[in-house]
């Protein structure tokens, strides 16, 4: 297959699923070409070229000198200004930000084209062509700056009127809550549908740059009240570039935790590893860039719960509980009445149920204590695996397209309460009480026994 049919291939696919997208993740370059009295040179031939994969494109200024440049990739720039009767110009390190509109008027010295007039240095950074206020962070600040978990929204407090509460993923934009804002992945939202949670976070090693719109947001925006996080991932260059990072965390310098008395120290492992890798597919016109990111943690957590003391599995609550017989319910006038047992102690046979259930407890390991009397430390896991590969592909002077997959996988075991998987993760500890309450069911007619009838464990009203 020859690289011909190759691009053509691959532009195919992404413009089948990459529309839409570009009016709100690419940048624009406008601006007016004038000479030495500041009028406009008209029919002036422009060319720009993007510094990393050396795609060109070209336009023609109108009548008044006025040009534009819209749908162009984050990046560095450079125009090349080509007129009869004056010298070339070149102005080099045009940089060009997501979602912002970049002003470049340039002024021709006369002379011949011959003659060449070489500009170097980037435009002021004022934006006069629109008036939405907003923030970008580029690519060296995103992977240079130091980030527990890795995750870029931290890097929204850059801007100014941004809050990230502690304990908190997402930030609040200018006072607002952090469900009302919008986030964008090279144009495409990446919230689900319950409103302001967010699917992933994009690794930081394949963000481009990344703008926060927090005032005078443009109407191509919609669906948020707040302000807008949009992001532009990596895309491949004329040049191979590879990378490789890895960040370990290890427990062996922890603290013991204060409530695990007993047992070894609990783990803390963390490795969060992963790599990029950009080349060109075919040189000047197609070309391709991947990462990948692993978690793998490991994280020691102590569970304390409250299980059946030894005297309570032989159905002593002497001191505990009233304990009633619920063989001996009789109906007195509107309520139904159980008697004691004697010293709280339950007399009768226990239900085969009931002994399978008391079973499945271990043995406490506090035996003094009848509440949080028992200490179980494991193993808090989650593992997550992400990747990206993105094509970006150019034919001509004027198609551009890119198309990009992301896969997001993790796997999380939380530590368990009791060793065979169960337990309360949340809530109340685990008690008597309320381990046996949630299998019995109510009294059936006097004289009749429901399934745990001849344990009495549960305790019950007069």
Known sequence: MTPRNVLWIALWLVLSGGKGASAQIAGELTGRILDSSGAGVPNAQIELTESSTDLRQTTVTTSSGDYIFINLSP?????DVTATGFQHLTHTGITVMTGKTVTADLILTPGTD????????????????????????????VVAMPLNTRNFVQLTTL?????????TQLPRINGGRPRTNEYLYDGISALQPEPGQVAFFPILDGIQEFTIEANNVPAEFGRFNGGVVNVSTRSGTNAVHASLFEFLRNGQLNARNYFATTGSKPEYRRNLYG???????????????????GVRQLIGVTRISTIPTLNERQGIFTGVSKIYNPATTTLVGSAYVRQEFPSDTINTPLDPAAKALLARFPTPTNLTASANNYTRTANDADHQSQFDVRIDGAFRSSDRAFGRYTFYNEVEQPVTPLPDGSGLLSGSVLGTTSSIVSITRPPQQPGRSDSLGRTGVTPQRK
């Open 75 to 79: 990046g560095t720039y450079q125009i």
């Open 114 to 141: 011959q003659q060449t007039v070489t500009v170097t240095g980037d435009l002021p950074l004022l934006q006069s062509a629109t008036s939405n206020i907003q923030t970008n962070i580029s690519h060296p600040v």
């Open 159 to 167: 801007a100014p009127g941004i809050e990230l509460p502690p304990g």
């Open 275 to 293: 790599g990029t890798l950009s080349l060109p597919i075919v040189h000047n016109r197609l070309f391709f860039f991947g990462d990948f990111q």
